[in-house]
């Protein structure tokens, strides 16, 4: 999502950030802290992946209701879009970020009284919180990592801190598999089986171990939060704008057809990407018939070849066409979806973790091709294609209809990211093009 950013930052200024080179130390540990940001909101959403299959078990959930925790957090960025724009715009930067900050730790902390309750309805509120908590923070921090210092190095920065997304991609499953999955596993007969209280017990216990990492998420936002308050940091000013002319309204800026096909990948993108994490280890439990816990250990591995595709995909972009790159690497995801969805064995581990790899630079990608040569329109075009990300809230409950529809076959599922990789690769192909004047 730190893409979304990078023309917010081309139309900014800063209270004292382009004077001279002398802040250069000055900025240095404001950018750790926002780096830091980028860190937490990646902890978030990864670990929305490991609390699929788990509380699917603790609150006794059939594959489309555990879909719900996508929904919650991504119909939040939908809805909260606009609004954080507006906080943005009146508050400035740093009060955003405060407040993006208490908004994800109050969400975090309500994780507590869900877990005691044992009610998936508090869990999925908690969640829809912390994603309107993301939403202001993302829209507020994004600029902060290309403004805190010399403008020459914006964009080295800003990517910087967007490469600790994925280092999250690879901590949280290692913390989720270590202290929120307990590899205790029975079937439906064997709880019936059970005695009463034997039963609640277990089912408590399995929604008990959420709180712990939760209340430790909290209290870090919460400090940040209050570093954040008591450190000086310049704030960023907008100059003076053209672009908000008519010429870039915001529903005619979809006349440009590329835009519109490339709001159209990114939904299904984001798509493909939660239901491919979100079903992770249910999927590696039974295509690959490992347990709980090495399936949450393979999905980090899956998180470091996330990261890794991001630096050899920009490697190869200095050699071959972005949009090129992007029809290659769709291609290949849909050979790995088949694989997926027919193999077995060690096989479907591979495809998952090469799907990681593939898909790590369809969304900068996309954005970056869908904003070409929009001139006035770039900021209401990006607005479209970040509204976009709801595919996220959608595609997963879809797919999980599908496994509940064909007696909880997880493989037959990954039809859903099959065919959003074929849009995708649409677009690379053709979708991209914007018209000739």
Not at 47 to 55: A, G, R, T, V, Y
Not at 144 to 166: C, E, I, K, Q
Not at 320 to 343: A, D, E, N, P, T
Not at 404 to 418: A, H, S, T
């Amino acid at each position: 999502m730190a893409f979304a950013s990078q023309e917010i930052v081309n139309g900014a200024t800063t209270t004292g950030a382009s004077q001279n080179n002398k802040g250069g130390n000055t900025y240095l540990l404001p950018f750790i802290l926002v780096t830091c940001l980028f860190f937490l909101w990646g902890m978030a959403h990864n670990l929305d992946s490991i609390l699929i299959p788990h509380l699917k078990k603790a609150c006794q959930l059939n594959n489309r209701q555990s879909t719900l925790v996508d929904t919650a957090v991504f119909l939040a960025y939908f809805l909260m879009a606009i609004p954080a724009g507006a906080i943005l715009k009146k508050w400035g930067y740093k009060s955003s970020i405060i407040l993006g900050l208490l908004v994800f730790a109050f969400g975090a902390f309500l994780f507590v009284p869900a877990a005691n309750t044992r009610a998936y309805e508090l869990f999925l509120v908690a969640l829809f919180i912390i994603g309107c908590g993301l939403t202001i923070l993302e829209t507020s921090a994004n600029p902060y990592a290309a403004v805190l210092g010399d403008p020459a190095g914006a964009s080295t920065r800003l990517n910087l801190a967007a490469s600790f997304n994925g280092l999250a991609a690879m901590v949280a499953p290692y913390v989720g598999a270590t202290f929120i999955l307990s590899g205790k596993e029975y079937t439906e007969e064997q709880l019936n089986a059970m005695p009463d209280a034997s039963r609640m017990s277990y089912l408590m216990e399995e929604a008990a171990s959420v709180k712990m990492p939760y209340i430790i998420l909290g209290s870090v936002l919460v400090l940040i939060a209050i570093i954040f308050y008591f450190m000086h940091i310049p704030e960023v000013k907008p100059v003076s704008d053209k672009e908000s002319s008519n010429k870039g309204g915001f529903f005619e800026v979809l006349k440009h057809k590329h835009l519109t096909w490339a709001v159209v990948a990114q939904f299904f993108y984001v798509g493909a990407q939660v239901c491919v994490t979100s079903f992770f280890i249910r999927m590696a439990q039974q295509g690959a018939g490992v347990d709980e816990k090495t399936a949450g250990y393979y999905l980090m591995i899956y998180g470091f070849l996330f990261m890794a595709g991001r630096f050899v995909g920009t490697a190869f972009l200095k050699f071959i066409s972005s949009q090129k790159l992007l029809s290659i690497y769709s291609i290949i995801s849909v050979i790995l979806c088949l694989v997926s969805i027919l193999g077995d064995g060690a096989y479907v581990i591979y495809a998952l973790g090469g799907l990681g790899f593939f898909m790590s630079i369809m969304f900068p990608t996309i954005f970056a091709l869908g904003i070409s040569n929009l001139g006035e329109g770039t900021k209401a075009g990006s607005s479209w294609i970040i509204m976009s990300i709801v595919g996220g809230a959608i595609l997963p409950y879809v797919m999980g209809t599908i496994i509940d529809m064909n007696g909880d076959n997880i493989q037959i599922g990954y039809i859903i990211p099959l065919l959003c990789y074929v849009v995708i690769w649409f677009f690379g192909v053709r979708g991209y093009k914007p018209a000739q004047a």
